[in-house]
DNA sequence: TCCTAAACAATAGTATTACTATCATTAAAT
DNA sequence: ATTTAATGATAGTAATACTATTGTTTAGGA
């Protein structure tokens, strides 16, 4: 398996953490932390004591931690865009690919060798719990003009295209996508912790596949002509 | 026009603040600034200093600024479903009903006099903006055994039984209609923050009815049989 | 190999936040 | 007139989110 590394806009540090050890380190670690604190418990004088470094060396790779959230949560869509790029190469036919791309996003993720100091796993709970808030604050306009979230958009955009391929006479393929691109997580939230609000069961095996099946058939009906 | 209050569940504040002048104003109050400032940027000092009380006093309404906001979306949904219950009463057809409800719930909220102490346009915009961080928390567990969510929910499942009045074999009701509740201010969020994100367009008029028009298509044709 | 600069650690310090505690004052109910 | 509930005034604390400074290590280039 290829190591690979992802090329992310260099506006979400100010120091690459992919380029040193204590880079990597903060990037580990701070998936683990966020993931088991939550964002709001989470600070960089924890994190710094648990890789045993300083609170002023953190903040040389990150302005704060709202920054380093929102470089995580790049780095997931990015990685979401490179495996449906990936998977869907040579395939034809547009509802495979739209198929093919669905599944990716909504399934539940185990770790991928390619990127060994990312575990994709707690960051997919990260993305389910935490990413809406790198973009409800008072500095999304400045934060989205710096490409802050193009992961997320150009993924977007590229299963829009899926879908106006499929009916190039529907009117909403982008605000479709988003939805479902918002509700591939918040579904599986709401069936841990609100459960009157979906039919999907955490008992009744997979959530993911659950919500899949949902997704698959809601994108299908909606955009069908 | 009838004055009229909502009861609220009371574990959403300490003392009731319908109740007081005291509690009014940091109701009244509290919506413009979060309206104004954000979440993160309000603070019980700035608040407090507005209204020319102190911060221990609003202490005594409410434990904290979290559940400020709880409070406060839940009074929103509440509204909402008092609204729907009102307008579909005698409304025969279960589509028409739906429709009616999904317009009330898109639609850009004005002020509505028989809540004189509440500016439910602004209001709109901190559910639009906010909202979401009232579960995405470590506590939504704890909150909702308080049943602090209990608006939302019961606004889910009544218009989610008008989907299933529609077409009872839709095995998807909950999930669809949280979906699509969801989107009805996620969708304004991204036409006026992330426009790639979306169709809808602040410039071409109503954004709120281009939601409604794109929900209502998409909720009917997901539910058809 | 020595030197230089970059990276990091160690430490200290500040303003703000999110509270809690205490006591005095006012207003409303009995 | 008296009690009591509500509010105001004030003070204080621990934690957070930083910034600044200075010293130490380390890695690469001359």
């Known amino acids: 398996m290829a190591l690979l590394r992802l090329e992310l806009n260099s506006n979400l540090f ?13 990037i580990d670690q701070s998936i683990r932390m966020i993931d088991e604190l939550g964002l709001e418990a989470f600070t960089f004088k924890k994190l710094s004591k648990a890789i045993d470094s300083t609170e002023a060396s953190i903040y040389r790779y990150f302005e704060n931690k709202h920054r380093l959230l ?6 997931y869509w990015n990685w979401l865009e490179y495996r449906i790029e990936f998977e869907t190469h040579n395939v034809a036919s547009p509802t495979d690919r739209l198929a093919i791309a669905l599944r990716l996003v909504t399934e539940h993720k185990s770790n991928d060798a390619t990127f060994p100091s990312v575990d994709e796993s707690a960051l997919q709970r990260i993305v389910t719990n935490e ?12 934060d989205n003009k710096e490409g802050l979230f193009r992961g997320f ?14 009916n190039p006479s529907y009117a909403y393929s982008h ?15 709401f ?35």
Chains 1, 2 share one sequence.
């Open 14 to 26: 100010l120091r690459d953490p992919q380029e040193t050890d204590l880079g990597r380190k903060i």
């Open 70 to 75: 929102v470089y995580l949560i790049a780095w």
């Open 131 to 142: 990413s809406d808030k790198t973009y409800l604050t008072k500095q999304v306009d400045s």
């Open 153 to 166: 958009k150009t993924l977007c955009k590229r299963i829009a295209d899926m879908v106006e391929e499929i």
């Open 175 to 189: 605000a479709l996508v988003s939805t479902v691109l918002q509700a591939a997580h918040q579904q599986v939230f």
């Open 191 to 225: 069936a841990e912790h609100l459960p009157s609000l979906t039919e999907h069961k955490v008992v009744k095996g997979d959530v993911h596949q659950q919500n899949y099946e949902f997704l698959l058939e809601l994108i299908q009906k909606a955009s069908k002509a």
